[in-house]
């Protein structure tokens, strides 16, 4: 099967699905009890619908565009090249990893193995980086606690 695409068409797609997730969401996160026109909720509903608005418009613009690659799709779906394209997906799961287990395992252990995973996974070979990874996250923790803010 063969898709022509472009990055416009992708990303519109994208955060249209973003922003209408976060539209829906918004009542449910940000309860207001104000009758008054002006709410909690207002800017964050205003910045959302701004954010949908602009998808909306780069998906316009991605289809109406004459400059398109086509991607074939098949079941070769695991080779080397289309493994590369995957890096930054695989990088924004470590993040999401990362916020899942802060609350459970706190900040210290959660943020050494996020940075120096990051590190392992770009392919750091200097251990030197490993190390001044691990010491901003130490750091920012004994920083932070001389602040008096708690972290998890």
């Known amino acids: 099967m063969k898709v022509k695409l472009n990055s416009n068409m992708i990303t519109g797609v994208l955060f249209l699905i973003v922003s209408v997730a976060l539209h829906i969401l918004i009542p449910s996160q940000i309860r207001t009890y104000e009758t008054s026109t002006v709410t909690a909720a207002t800017v964050p509903t205003l910045l959302i619908r701004g954010m949908i608005l602009c998808s909306v418009i780069m998906l316009v613009q991605g289809i109406l565009s ?43 252990i959660s943020s050494l193995l996020l940075s120096n995973g990051i590190l392992l996974y770009f392919g750091t070979r200097k251990w030197w980086f490993y190390a001044i990874a691990s010491a901003n996250v130490i750091v920012a923790y004994f920083a932070f606690q001389a602040m008096s803010v708690t972290l998890p």
């Not at 990088?91 to 990893?97: G, N, S």
């Open 66 to 108: 004459k400059e398109k690659t086509e991607y074939t799709i098949s079941g070769a779906i695991f080779t080397r090249e289309n493994l590369l394209r995957l890096k930054p997906v695989i990088y924004i799961a470590m993040l999401i990893a990362y916020a899942l287990l802060l609350p459970h395992i706190g900040f210290i």
